[in-house]
């Protein structure tokens, strides 16, 4: 199946400063990418869909502002959390739908290995 | 709207017992439903994916089933190994196909 990497697994920041997280589909290009948060024992929440291209469509509920989304190739999307909170350490997991895939359907997606943000 | 639950939450079993996790979702249009397993701090690992046409998927002691009509889709787990401890969610397509709408998950524990 097709790939995909996350950068960094781990980060632990101050609060009030600004983290970065990739996500790259590494033997495919993803014209959609998805972000997901999930917090201890919880399952996973969409919180935004990211277009190759085009701004980043926002789930109800999920700041814009906070929560920068850039998704300028097909290979990389990328997840900003601006002026971290204690409240913002979560998991955070990428998905990636291969539009060439057509075993699973055309919405398969896959899943990248998480970042673990802990914000102090 | 799109709703999936999963019974049970938790579930702990002896080892080389056969066990079965249920996965409930509220609209039966469904393209595909897809089962994942998670270990603790890991990301998703993709166990099976059944198609709306497919009744089951099999892989190794893992087995599938669906049935669209009634909003259900079990997955059997043969012969358990500790291993096999992890938190095991189900997931469907939202309205928009692009969305996958995760299940709660079940914890599973199996026992040496």
């Known amino acids: 199946g097709a790939v995909v990497s996350q950068h960094p697994s781990w980060v632990i920041c101050k609060s009030g400063t600004s983290v970065k997280i990739e996500c790259r589909s590494l033997d495919f290009q993803a014209t959609t990418m998805f972000w997901y948060r999930q917090f201890p024992k919880q399952s996973l929440m969409l919180m935004a869909t990211s277009n190759e291209g085009s701004k980043a469509t926002y789930e109800q509920g999920v700041e814009k502002d906070k929560f920068l989304i850039n998704h300028a190739s097909l290979t990389l999307s990328t997840l900003t959390v601006t002026s971290a909170h204690p409240e913002d350490s979560s998991f955070y997991i990428c998905s990636a739908r291969d539009p060439l895939t057509t075993s699973g359907g055309a919405n398969e997606q896959f899943f990248g290995p998480g970042t673990r943000l802990t914000v102090l | 709207k799109q709703e999936v639950t999963q019974i049970p939450a938790a579930l702990s079993v002896p080892e080389g017992e056969n066990l079965v996790l249920n996965c409930s979702f509220t609209?039966?249009?469904?393209?595909?439903l897809q089962w994942f397993r998670q270990d603790p701090g890991k990301g998703l690992t993709s166990l099976l994916l059944?198609?709306?046409?497919?009744r089951e998927q099999t892989s190794g002691r893992l087995n599938a089933s669906l049935d669209k009509s009634s909003g259900r889709s079990t997955l059997y787990i043969a012969a358990s190994q500790p291993g096999d401890s992890a938190t095991y969610l189900c997931a469907v397509p939202g309205a928009s196909y692009d969305k996958v709408i995760f299940g709660p998950g079940t914890s599973l524990s199996v026992i040496p």
């Open positions: 059944i198609q709306s046409s497919q």
């Open positions: 609209d039966s249009a469904i393209y595909n």
